[in-house]
C-alpha cells in the first residue's frame, strides 16, 4: 500500500510539471468538439460535452484531488476567439497523502491540514497574427481553508509552492501569452510565458509599492517541440523554466531537472486523442 | 537571424541559471559566505584580552523534540518561538561581552527554522560585527519528514574584521548509502584571519570546527585528524589561533558509553554498536583510539578548560534536547571545546550551564591573552 500511494504521488508530482504542458490547444480558446476526447499520461482527460462547452479533470488526481474544469467559449470580443476557465479543486488528501514521516515525506506530518477550497478563473482570447496562433489569457485565483491554515504547510518547490501559497494568501492574480507555430504540416512549435502574483505576500515593513503589490512572484516558461504522428497521437518534448520569489528568496530553475546525475533531461509527453461517435 | 542571435545567449543564461544541483558540494577548499552587521559598533574591549566563546545553537530550536536527534516527531520548529530563542542567544553573547563566536549548527535559510539568516540576526542584535558562514548541509529541498529547505553551518562572528576565510572540507561518512550521503551532512572547518589582533609580524587566525556526530565508521578519527593539521599549519607558520568548536568527542578519561541515557522509547541497549541506531551519537568507543582522540589536541594546546577538569560535570557542555524530560538530565557529557596555541587567562574558562535551555550545547567561554602587541 505504501509503495502503491509513492507511485500515485510521484505520478502527480509529474503531473504538475508536465501538466498543461498542451494537448490539443487546451491553451487556446477553442474547445473540443462535441463527443471528442483527449487524454495524456500527464495530461488530464479532456471531453467536449457540447460544441461551447467542454469538461476536463485529472482522473488519477481524482481521488486525491478532486478537481474539476468547464471552459465555455463565447462570442468573438475585437476579433479574438473568447473562452473563459473555470477550476475547482479540493487539495487537503492530496497533501494529507505528503505529510509523513520519513521519505517522501514534503510537509510536517505534526502540522494539522484543516480542509480547503480552491477556484481558479481565467479569461483566454485568441487569434492568429503573422502566422502563428496567439493566445493571451488573464485571470484570479482564490483560495479557502476552512480553519487556520499553518503558515509552515506548504512545498518550497518551483510550480508547487506558488500554487500552494494561493491558500495563504487567500488571492493571487495570474496571466500569460501562448505562440503556436506550425513549422511542417506535422511539426509545430509552442512557446509561452505566465506570470502569477501574490498581492502583499511575505512582504517587510519597509517594501513599498511594486514589491507589495507582486508579494510572491512567479515567471513560467515553457518551449515545446510537438510532433502530431495522426490525429490520434502526437508526440512532445522541450523545457520548462521558472523564475519565482520564494520566503528565501528568488530562485530559478530548469524543469524536469534530475538532481542526482546534475543534468536536464527533457520533458517527453505522449497524448491520445479521439472523437466517440 | 537576429532573433536566434537574441534568443541563444537567453536560452544559455538561463540553463545555466537554471540547472543547479540540488544538494551543493564542495572543492577541498572554498570561499565562505562573509557578514556585516547593518550598524558597526566600535570594539571597546581591552584588546590584550579577547574573550572568546563556541557555542552550537541547534539552529534556534532551543530544547525542541526534534525528529533526527532527539527522539522527536517534529521536524520544523515553530517560527516565533525561534525569534525569541535567538534572541535570548544575542542577549546571552553580549552579556559574556564576546569578542569572537565559534558557532556550530547555525541556519541561514532553513524551512526549519523559518528561513532565518541566523548569521545576520546575530550581527544585527549584538556587539559583534563580522561574520564568515561555512554551510554544512545545503539541499534545496530535503524529501523527508517535511524538512523541506536547508542550509545550516559553522560561523565566525567578531567584533573585528574577518578576512582570508576559507570553508576547508571535511571527509563525507562511509557508512551511509549513496542517495542519504548526496543530501546528508558535509562537514566543514572554518578558518579566518583577524589582522586587527596581529601580533607583530605573527598573524592571528580563528578556526572552527564541527565534527561528526553520528558516524559509525572512522569519519570522527579523519575529521580530527584534518582539525589537528589545520592547526599545526598555523602553528609551522608561527601564527597564533584560537579554535574550538562542537567536537562530538568526549574529553580523554570520560564514560563513552551515554545509550543508556539517550536512548528513545522502544530502543535497546544492546550491545551493538555497529548496527544498532541507538548507539549512533551516544557511543563513542567505535574505532580504536576514540576515547583517547583528542589527546594530541591536550597534548599540544592550551585547552581553555584543563584536561584534569574535562571531565567535571561543571563542565559538561550536552545532553540530547528530551534528556531533561525523560530522565531530569540538562547536561551528560562535554563535546564543545576550547584551545589556543597562546595563553587562556587564569580563571576566565566557563561552561554555561544556565543556558542549558537555550540549545541542547551550553556555550564555552575563556579570555585569550594577547600580550606583546
Redesign the interface.
Known sequence: MQKIRRVIFIFLLFSIYFGNAQNWRSHSSSILSKKRFEVGIFQPFRYGYSETLEYSTYPLWFFVMPNLTLKKSHENFSGYNMATKWSLFYPRPLLNMVSKKGIGGFIDPTIKIPPMLGFSFSLILTRPMLGMDMSFKTGIDIGLASDELDHRVNIELPLLYHRLSVFHNNYGFHTGFDIEKSITEKLSTLVDLDFSILPGMDIKDTDSGITKLLGEYSFEHKALLIYEKSETFRFLTGYKFVFGEYPFGSESRVLPFLPLVDSWIPMIELQWGRSLK | MSIIHTIFPLLII??N???E???KSYSSTSNPKMYEADEYVSPTSNQDQVKVVTWNIRFGAGRLPW?IDSCG????AN?DSVEIIMQKIADTLNVMEADIVLLQEVDI?S?RSG?MDQVQFLLNNTNLNYGAYASMMEV??V???????I?TGNAILSKFELTEAKRIKLRLRTDQST?VQ?GYARRNILKAKIPELSQGTKDFYVVNIHATAFATDDTKKQHINKYLETLSDIQNNNDYFVTGGDLNSVPPGSVTDFCENDKCDGEECDGDYENNEAYQGSYFEHFEGEPDILVPLYNSYESAIDLADANLPSHYSHAPSTSFKRNNIKYDRKLSYLFTNKTWVNGTSRTHQSAWEISDHMPVSSMVMLGNR
Open positions: 538561463m540553463f541559471i537554471g540547472c544541483p540540488f544538494a525528529f516527531e517534529k521536524a520544523l517560527y535559510e524551512k528561513f534545496d529541498f524529501f523527508s519528514d517535511g524538512l523541506g529547505r542550509n542517495l548526496y
